[in-house]
């Protein structure tokens, strides 16, 4: 028997501008762990989270929950 939950998306992190090249799934993982309300999840929290490089249309996500230009990454949570 299974006891793990199934896994499900906790958000999706997208790099821009210059600062992209230097990113990867570490940064990502960090920044969603800052942002998510699902961090501290006793089941679903971050220890538990896996990251995924992939490619999507920004037009199918809607607006970002997060974005900083400055820094470089807008963020885009689930809905609650």
Known sequence: MNLQPASSPVGAVQFIGNIA????????????????????????????WEAELTSVEDDSLGLPSFEDASKGYRMWLPAA
């Open 21 to 48: 090249q230097e990113r990867g799934e570490e940064v990502a993982m960090e920044l969603l762990s800052r942002f998510s309300p699902l961090t501290h999840h006793p089941i679903l929290g971050a220890e538990r």
